[in-house]
């Protein structure tokens, strides 16, 4: 199954799950209203995501003048990968990462920390810069903004929906097919959350392994990526962002949050040795050039 498909058919599972939270909560109307909530996320998601995810980290615009030799190496990549130059962002802190948003190439924003300009060299940094505009011509920044916002929504309206059963919410049951059923309900508190993380993980980590045998066939340098994660995982590990929003967690190229092996198991990004592995792999099949 191609990773695109994959990415389809799991947005596709995500909305219906939505949808069916609504329906086993509130019945029918719920399950419209739930209908009506996903439009409307996807719309808000497709035309204010690059703006909402740089205003949550903190990023800041930067032009050539004030950082000539990072607008010179996405300038770079951008022209390799045959992108419009994308709006150049640093975000100030010292955990070393990186990440792109926009919903389209030509919408697009690319993203790093002042801690991975220090930690990088120019090699390894281009390298992240491939794997970001990876994202961007694989249209990944829309989805996973998408896949956040519904998640984030499941999520929040079943612990409401806890909320409400607690204080006695769902206590009646109407003998139609159009009310709520209780038992579905309490299912789909308990079950929803851990679904929607479920499928959001599993889209993430498809897109992340997408994105960086893109970025080592543009960069031609499959073992630069695969340094550069090495160093980013230990930099986060040292100094992990402790302002970092758990919804935007996923767009950026390692997990900027710290947590124990339980924590791992339900990381938004796939495990480093296993990225590195397949890099070091592709390098070693020479199987990748420059993207047509």
């Keep these: 199954m191609s990773g695109f498909f994959k990415t389809a058919l799991l947005l596709t599972a995500l909305t219906v799950l939505l ?26 998601s497709y035309w204010f995501s690059d703006k909402i995810v740089l205003a949550m980290n903190g990023a800041r615009p930067v032009s050539q003048l004030e950082a000539p030799e990072l607008y010179a190496l996405v300038a770079d990549v951008a022209r390799q990968a045959r992108l419009p130059m994308p709006r150049v962002y640093i975000v100030d802190s010292p955990t070393p ?12 924003a690319v993203a790093v920390t002042t801690g991975i300009l220090e930690l990088l060299t120019p090699r390894e ?3 992240v810069l491939a794997h970001e505009l990876g994202h961007v011509r ?19 309206i079943a612990h409401m929906a806890q909320w409400a059963l607690f204080f006695g919410g769902y206590g009646g049951h109407r003998d139609d097919d159009s009310g709520p059923n209780p038992l579905a309900a309490l299912l789909m508190i308990l079950l929803a959350p851990l679904a929607a993380t479920l499928i959001q993980l599993a889209i993430s980590r498809t897109r992340e392994y997408e994105a960086d045998a893109t970025g080592a066939r543009l960069s031609g340098d499959p073992l630069a990526l695969a340094s550069a994660l090495e160093k980013l995982e230990r930099g986060v590990s040292l100094r ?8 935007t967690a996923s767009l950026y190229i390692v997990n900027p949050l710290s947590g124990d092996f339980i924590a791992s198991l339900f990381s938004t990004h796939p495990p480093i040795p296993e990225r ?11 199987s990748y050039g420059a993207v047509a």
């Design 276 to 286: 590195i592995a397949r890099l070091r792999a592709m390098a070693m099949q020479r």
């Design 97 to 108: 990462n990186a990440f792109a948003t926009g919903r389209d190439p030509a919408h697009a």
């Design 125 to 127: 940094l281009r390298a």
């Design 19 to 44: 949808v069916l939270v609504g329906r086993a909560l509130a019945g029918t109307a719920g399950m419209l209203a739930m209908l009506a909530v996903a439009l409307v996320m996807n719309f808000l």
């Design 138 to 156: 694989n249209r990944d920044t829309l989805i996973m903004t998408v896949v956040a916002v519904i998640a984030g929504a499941i999520v929040s």
């Design 240 to 247: 992990p962002m402790p302002n970092a929003n758990p919804a």
